[in-house]
């Protein structure tokens, strides 16, 4: 840049000139118009072409590589009487020679430039193809750092990860991202931007949304939004996954089931997602009266005499029959090896052919088209063979966390305890046999629905009959007066 204003300075004093200002665009890209400049740009407006007469340039592709652009430039140098010069080339637009020079000069340059746009699109493509990191900013969760033998990769960055995958627990617990949101904002856990220093509002809806939907966490190459394919129609691997396929698809399941968006905490229904008709097996809604406890009900309308329930009646059946039959059982967490399971390949493969066949209608050629059909037949042939496999578990891990139902159930508000239930897949039937009254209170019937990986959990705290037969004793003894607790201990000594 010192040598390009060395070389404009000495023509200007050489031919009578004085320089009265400078526009400098080092980072801008040759195929930005000189008028779309953050510098050049400004001098050439209306405002801006008041006090200079001559543009001056080291070359003409300092101004521009594409010829449509410099002809924009030329005829608007000529409409505001300006002058257009450069001094490598001998290039002066006050005379016709210098004109048709520099014509034939831009659609030189401008064959660069698609030269250089080609080769780096095709550098990505490749790089794509091999599952490559193609530069940019790094996903949340991941860090790009110096491959061996050249270029970048993504690893995971284990900070970032321990809050991705907490946000990916709350989300399979079926949290509203309204209250992840707020939950991180109130831990005060920074944003990748925030991490970096640069200006930001903090977490918000769209970017706890795309953690949660970008096929990029499963570890996928991606391009305009769908996955790079293999011969195979395989999804090519980028980097290590941060999610499961199936942990995935069921956050995805979860999101869908929402038909409405989540109100406030404050009015959230303490059994929605829970409770279900007796009689027809759909969610039951909450119904306020005049905001008395003892008049809120649950209510079904799929029937043609709407069906209610009492909301205390159902919270105090839900809370007894939970703890009796699923306090002790223990809380535990799914982890996946890295080893895939036959299930899982079985997701993956039909989640690429479904890509596959979304994008054939688009195919622009018949080369791609035929490509496409291979990957199908591929991808169609291996389905089959997985779906005639024998799934196995071998890649599923369930880790015990400690910790049982009925101490998680102690720690929690009612919003934390609907979470839980929602998250462990657990139902509660209801109906009423006999309204109540303002003497009695309704008969209703009430059934807690457990899911099958629940009902095969061993308790884990089995009665120690030991400890049962001492606390009898103590009680016992405890009811006894002195002198007959006396000649107890002396008949046993």
């Avoid at 949660?212 to 991606?222: D, E, H, P, Q, R």
């Avoid at 097996?281 to 009266?289: D, L, S, T």
């Amino acid at each position: 840049m010192e040598r390009q204003r060395e070389l404009i300075s000495r023509w200007a004093k050489d031919n009578g000139h004085e320089v009265v200002a400078w526009a400098e665009d080092g980072d801008v890209s040759g195929s930005v118009s000189p008028f779309d400049t953050p510098e050049l740009g400004k001098f050439l407006t209306e405002d801006g072409s008041q006090g200079w007469d001559i543009l001056v340039a080291w070359k003409l592709d300092r101004l521009a590589r594409n010829s449509i652009n410099l002809s924009k430039l030329f005829i608007w140098t000529q409409e505001h009487e300006k002058q257009l010069v450069c001094v490598a080339e001998h290039i002066d637009l006050s005379d016709w020679s210098g004109q048709m020079l520099a014509n034939i000069i831009a659609g030189l340059a401008q064959g660069e430039l698609e030269a250089i746009t080609e080769r780096a699109l095709a550098g990505k493509k490749q790089l794509r193809k091999v599952g490559r990191f193609q530069g940019g900013v790094a996903p949340y969760g991941y860090q790009a750092v110096d491959r061996e033998g050249g270029g970048k990769e993504l690893i995971k960055d284990p900070e970032q990860q321990k809050v991705l995958q907490w946000i990916y627990k709350q989300a399979l617990m079926n949290r509203p991202i309204a209250h992840i949101v707020r939950d991180l904002k109130d831990k005060e856990i920074p944003t990748a931007r925030q991490e970096a220093g640069r200006g930001t509002k903090g977490w918000h809806y769209s970017t706890i949304n795309t953690l949660l939907t970008s096929k990029v966490y499963l570890g996928w190459t991606m391009y305009e939004g769908k996955p790079v394919l293999d011969d195979h129609g395989e999804p090519i691997q980028r980097c290590e996954p941060s999610i499961s396929i199936e942990d995935y698809n069921r956050i995805a399941e979860l999101r869908a089931s929402r038909r409405t968006r989540v109100a406030t905490k404050a009015k959230i229904s303490p059994l929605s997602g829970v409770i279900v008709c007796w009689e027809c097996g759909e969610n039951m809604h909450y119904n306020r009266y005049n905001g008395s406890e003892s008049i809120f009900k649950y209510q079904c309308r799929r029937h043609d005499k709407t069906i209610y329930v009492s909301a205390r009646e159902a919270h105090a059946a839900l809370e007894e029959m939970f703890l009796d039959d699923v306090a002790d059982l223990p809380i535990l967490e799914k982890r996946l090896s890295t080893i895939g399971t036959t299930e899982e390949s079985l997701e993956q493969a039909r989640a690429a052919y479904a890509e596959i066949t979304e994008f054939l209608p688009t195919a622009p050629d018949k080369a791609t088209r035929a490509s496409l059909f291979e990957q199908l037949t591929n991808l169609g042939n291996k389905i089959k063979g997985l779906e005639s496999a024998v799934q196995s578990q071998d890649g599923v891990e369930w880790i015990d966390t400690g910790e049982t139902y009925g101490e998680r159930w102690e720690q929690l508000d009612t919003e934390g305890r609907r979470l839980l239930l929602t998250s462990a897949g657990i139902k509660f039937r209801a109906r009423q046999l006999k309204p109540g009254s303002r003497w009695h209170r309704p008969i209703q019937e009430h059934e807690i629905i457990l899911p099958p990986e629940l009902k095969l959990l061993p308790k884990t705290k089995p009665v120690d009959l030991s400890t049962v037969h001492k606390l009898e004793q103590e009680e016992f003894m405890a009811g006894l007066s002195e002198e007959q607790r006396q000649q107890i201990e002396g008949a046993r000594e």
